[in-house]
């Protein structure tokens, strides 16, 4: 009497096996390419960290500038810290700065090219013991000085904000994410160069804002997800197994 019900539920119960099994391996097998194209990447930024700096790319190469491509390429080149106010982007640390740890800040201000267009500069990272947010006393005030500097740097392109990140300061003129585009709007700096500099040199007599050199130290989870995406696939099939066994012998 039972068995025509035992045969749909067991079938039943072997589909959502199935499908379960095949999630978690599309899973591990997702992980796995994610950790290649990581490698990749991280031996693509370390290639090109390392390479000497090259002329800032002029105003008519800008539109031609892929971040897949040209992201992290060091460039130097002169300009002149715009007396215009600043930005502070809150930082609790980062993937390519070993010395930028614990909260604080990335500060960003503009910088007018001897050809006349703004280019953004990430000055260096501010820790919050360090940083006054006051409108009369930034951190970045004596680096506005009026004269031209040459300035060594890291193209970087503008991030997004998410779902979570948290809406600016304009009355402390703190932001949440590098969106320096954004940033310039809200700030009138007026139109900006479609990326901004990572500062790496010169470093200010007194060390704030602290600039430097970019290390790629990305983490890479990912054979570890894709192991236990695989365990849990070999786990599901083992504990239909032992159930539909159980079913037979009772």
């Given at each position: 009497?039972?068995?025509?019900?035992r045969k749909p539920r067991v079938a039943g119960f072997a589909l959502f096996t199935l499908f379960l099994t095949a999630v978690f391996i599309?899973?591990?097998l997702w992980q796995l390419q994610r950790r290649?194209?990581?490698h990749a990447l991280v031996a693509a930024l370390t290639e090109r960290l390392a390479e000497v700096p090259i002329a800032l790319p002029p105003s008519s190469q800008w539109a031609a500038l892929d971040p897949a491509r040209d992201e992290f390429r060091r460039v130097s080149?002169?300009?002149t810290y715009a007396a215009l106010p600043d930005a502070m982007i809150y930082s609790s640390g980062s993937a390519v700065r070993k010395d930028a740890s614990g909260p604080g800040t990335w500060?960003?201000?503009?910088a007018r090219l001897p050809s006349?267009?703004?280019v953004v500069i990430d000055a260096g990272f501010v820790e919050n013991t360090m940083q006054d947010r006051s409108v009369e006393d930034r951190a970045v005030k004596k680096l506005v000085t009026g004269q031209p500097v040459a300035l060594t740097g890291y193209l970087r392109f503008p991030e997004p904000p998410g779902w979570l990140t948290p809406a600016e300061n304009r009355d402390k003129r703190l932001w949440f994410v590098r969106d320096h585009p954004a940033i310039a709007s809200a700030l009138g700096w007026g139109a900006v160069a479609p990326f901004y500099v990572d500062l790496e040199q010169p470093v200010p007599e007194n060390g704030i804002p602290r600039p430097g050199p970019l290390d790629v130290h990305l983490k890479d989870n990912h054979l570890q997800?894709?192991?236990t995406w695989f365990l849990l696939a070999g786990a599901v099939?083992?504990?239909f197994a032992v159930w539909a066994r159980g079913r037979r012998q009772s």
């Open positions: 009497m039972n068995q025509p019900a599309a899973l591990g290649t194209a990581k080149f002169t300009a500060a960003f201000l503009p006349g267009e703004t997800y894709a192991i099939l083992i504990a």
